[in-house]
DNA sequence: ACAAAAGTGTTGTCTGTACACCCATGC
DNA sequence: GCATGGGTGTACAGACAACACTTTTGT
């Protein structure tokens, strides 16, 4: 048998970022921290993975802690591994990000863990390299939009085709044309338009609607070309 | 100060993803396993990320254990975490692939590590979760190609247009038209025609090429939309 | 009747794709 | 002179981007 005894062994940390979406700008959700080392400053949420912890469990267990939400988009974003990038200990970390509706998001959790969210428009000084971090995650989440329909994830289930917009254009920081958006979006056959309009931002109203599932899923596999 | 004494500590695996392009097929460089557990079964080649080794710096050393080659193109792939995914013992592995000209492999240190270049067309059977790690490299592979101009570093520094549209059909296993491959690899104006012919293939001779370093880099950076 | 947001079409330009013949050379 | 692979152009179709007015309804 070989022995595997001889090699380091090392600490392995989860950072999560979290994505969510309050109708105009697109935020994250950030700790300020009660320990040292840094205290008071802002950091991702994290944590360590355990002895027969898979990976992928860690993540979703550290997002569980601070959220309360489970089976949520999650995605491996990237294993960040410098040696001195914990400025206390040598700790490999694993960035997740997740996509949260907003308005999931449960206040007294929110306090109790200190946290708060941020637009990423201007993102303030965050620990080690979670800043990095983010900016990547920021990336990889243009990305895969670009490809793929997830942004859905961080909508309410019901939302106006402006709402959608909005989200888009708040991932690209870019702003996008009325006209072109709804063809496109309505060439993809991902939304069904429902009876209901909701009312509150105008007086006419406007539809609502909710994605068809099975489409969803669908090109969630096979990918699709959207932005 | 915070104290991580308490978390568990992990074996942590580099495993690396060679790929090569011999004019006709993407391959891949394997192990045939010369120890236990699962001797003489294939695998990617691997190691153990050391104390205060820097995960990529650790890549970088896997990569040049087994074929002598520094400088190359290498990227991170994903962190593979599930408990079991080593029969043996739990160990967390990053994967990382790399590119590298086939032609500057040297036959002394391949024989010295029981190393086979084998197509990826039809994979054998790998040990423990490497033949997902093949597969997602592969989709990574076509991703990043189609939008960045990395694909260059599987070939030699001078090449021809027949060998160029070779190496991206066989990437996307998929056949390409002459023309048309022609008209768009001219149009993003990144590689220059030499006076030099390449004789060996054809009585007419084709014109060798090489990159346009400088309009490389800034695609590199930038993306491309190239297929 | 007016203010405020929703909803809806057309056109020109560009990009992608399909397709076949002549050219240069060594034998 | 012929066999072999190298090199080149055109036309059609679909996608994208730019652009502004009408509709609905609450006040």
Redesign the pocket.
């Given at each position: 048998m070989t022995s595997y005894q001889q090699y380091a062994r090392h600490l392995l940390a989860i950072d999560c970022i979290i994505f969510g979406f309050d109708g105009e700008d697109l935020k994250g959700l950030f700790i300020k921290r009660k320990l040292e080392p840094q205290k008071g400053n802002l950091s991702l949420m994290g944590g360590f993975v355990g002895e027969n912890e898979s990976v992928e469990a860690a993540a979703e267990r550290v997002l569980f802690e601070l959220t309360g939400l489970s089976n949520v988009y999650m995605e491996q974003l990237h294993c960040y591994g410098a040696p001195n990038r914990d400025t206390f200990s040598r700790v490999i970390s694993i960035a997740y990000f997740a996509l949260i509706n907003i308005a999931d998001y449960n206040e007294t959790i929110l306090k109790e863990h200190n946290a708060v969210w941020i637009t990423l428009k201007q993102l303030p000084e965050l620990i080690f390299d979670h800043r990095q971090m983010v900016e990547d995650a920021k990336e990889k989440l243009r990305q895969k939009v670009a490809n793929h329909p997830i942004g859905f994830a961080l909508l309410p289930s019901k939302f106006?085709?402006?709402q959608l917009q909005a989200l888009y254009e708040a991932i690209y920081e870019t702003p996008l044309?009325?006209?072109?958006f709804?063809?496109?979006i309505s060439s993809i056959d991902i939304i069904k338009k429902l009876a209901e309009k909701e009312?509150t931002?105008?007086?006419?109203?406007?539809?609502l609607y909710i994605f068809d599932e099975e489409k969803y899923k669908l090109l969630e596999k096979e990918g699709l070309?959207f932005i």
């Open positions: 106006t085709l402006k044309d009325k006209r072109n709804t063809r496109k009312k931002s105008s007086k006419k109203g406007s539809f070309k």
